[in-house]
């Protein structure tokens, strides 16, 4: 028995042990420290029952349970989905220059709420309001942690214990269950629904207006459509009803597009400045869908209606931190800059043409066709995403690699292993990696996560 357990190594082996060393890196020296402990206290169990320890599988066992807890953290990856917009990978990506400013911010202190003037307290919305105003046209905005929390927060200030009007059409459910009527349950409105799936007219809104209705809110359907035999309101006679009845019009605007895809190769999407020009009170929508900034939630429309959402006390535990505001606000300049927008990443992914995806498509599939059952370069289509645009796919262009042994499954599971991840889709026989998301500069990264997965 005492022989059995000499034969177990000491602990400072296995952390020296470069397969166990590499992850101190990204957990930390104790948890490494924490699973060698775990793993030799098993193994004295396993030689005690009669089971002679080996080091090979200590360390396999180590590592396994150190790449498990590595892949739950938070990881950088190269989307190859040909999806911009991937809510699962983190939407959008941000420009240099906001995540310049983020880091700036994070890093030491800032004047987040102190008048450097005056020297007396602030609000933290001021740091963005003027280039919210700027941006969209608006009076004003605010800025919440998520768009959901914009909606609740218009909601809470405006219409608990009220009515809002919302079309049938437009009770739409998004991603994670997020769902109108419970957010609007859980404010402590009451909804009221007017006209069909189909149609709606301006007359069941106009029915429907009480002394109990607080606001009418429109609502972007995400990835849902309706076509064929539909009818709804044009934003302006909505707007021309509220001003006629003293009934707020708000529009949850989702994506957010500051400026028009078309001219991107995409189809138009409604733009912030459209909403503002509409006259619609409110508009709420995202930070990092379409606007291409950090995560958050906008408000912008009206001085008044903003004023009071300013003063609401649910908006202090809504509210963004230094880091948000200074990327936010980093990215809101570069729209008003001349030719900003191609720095922000989402808009110069979409500025890529096809001939130049296939280029690169060659370059990496040229890398490949040696370790590989083949090669190639393969037409795509890719989608902004982010609940924006679900019918419109933009022409793309990525590889196709089909794996020696005939298990795209398998080959699409390493890659998504791999330093850094690639998430990449099995089609058939073939893993499909577009390069449309992808920035040029990390092709390299492409080939040599390729030839990794497909030499294990």
């Known amino acids: ?46 030689a005690l029952g009669g089971e002679e320890p080996s080091f090979e599988r200590l360390v396999a066992d180590v590592s396994g349970r150190l790449d498990a807890a590595a892949a739950a953290a938070l990881h950088p990856v190269l989307n190859g989905t040909g999806i911009l ?97 419970d957010v609007l349950a859980r404010s402590g409105a009451r909804l009221v629904e007017v006209g069909t799936t189909n149609k709606t007219h301006l007359r069941d809104f106009e029915r429907a207006l009480t002394a109990d209705t607080a606001l009418v809110l429109r609502t972007h359907p995400s990835n849902y459509r309706i076509e064929g035999f539909t009818a709804d309101v044009a934003a302006r006679d909505l707007v021309a009803l509220g001003r ?19 001219a991107y190769g995409a189809a138009h999407e409604r733009t912030v400045q459209e909403a503002v020009a509409d006259g619609i009170d409110l508009v709420a929508f995202s930070g990092d869908k379409l606007l291409g900034g950090p995560q958050a939630g906008i408000v912008v429309g009206r001085a008044a209606p903003i004023a009071r959402l300013r003063a609401t006390p649910l908006l202090r535990a809504l509210r963004p931190d230094k880091a948000t505001l200074a990327a936010l606000a980093a990215t809101l300049r570069l729209y008003l800059q001349p030719g900003g927008a191609d720095r922000i990443p989402l808009y110069a992914m979409l500025r890529a043409t096809p001939d130049a995806l ?21 037409a795509t289509t890719a989608y902004v995403g982010g609940g924006a645009l679900p019918q419109s796919g ?6 196709a690699v089909l794996p020696a042994d005939g298990n795209p499954n398998a080959l699409a599971a390493r890659l998504r292993r791999g330093d850094p991840p690639l998430v990449a889709r099995a089609d058939g026989s073939v893993v499909v990696v577009d390069l449309r998301a992808i920035p040029p500069e990390r092709d390299r990264d492409v080939v040599a996560v390729f030839e990794r997965a497909l030499r294990a």
């Open 85 to 181: 917009l991937h809510t699962n990978l983190g939407r959008a990506p941000l420009a240099a220059e906001a995540a310049a400013a983020m880091r700036e911010a994070a890093a030491g202190y800032t004047n987040l709420e102190v008048d450097l003037q005056s020297g007396a307290r602030d609000s933290r919305q001021d740091r963005v309001a003027a280039l919210l105003r700027d941006a969209t046209g608006a009076e004003d905005g605010i800025v919440v942690n998520n768009c959901a929390a914009a909606v609740l927060l218009i909601l809470d200030a405006f219409a608990r214990g009220r009515d809002v009007v919302v079309s049938r059409g437009e009770l739409v459910e998004i991603g994670g269950g997020f769902r109108v009527p």
């Open 244 to 262: 006629r009845t003293g009934v707020a019009v708000v529009e949850d605007l989702g994506s957010g597009a500051l400026v028009d895809l078309a």
């Open 1 to 46: 028995m005492t022989k059995t357990l000499r034969g177990i190594p000491a602990a400072h082996r296995l952390l020296a042990d470069p397969r166990v060393a590499r992850r101190a890196g990204v957990l930390g020296a104790p948890a490494v420290k924490a699973a060698v402990d775990d793993a030799l206290a098993r193994a004295r169990t396993r």
């Open 394 to 399: 933009v022409a793309s262009f990525g590889v």
């Open 358 to 378: 296939r280029e690169r498509a060659r370059g990496i599939a040229d890398a490949l066709r040696p370790l590989a059952e083949s090669a190639e370069p393969a």
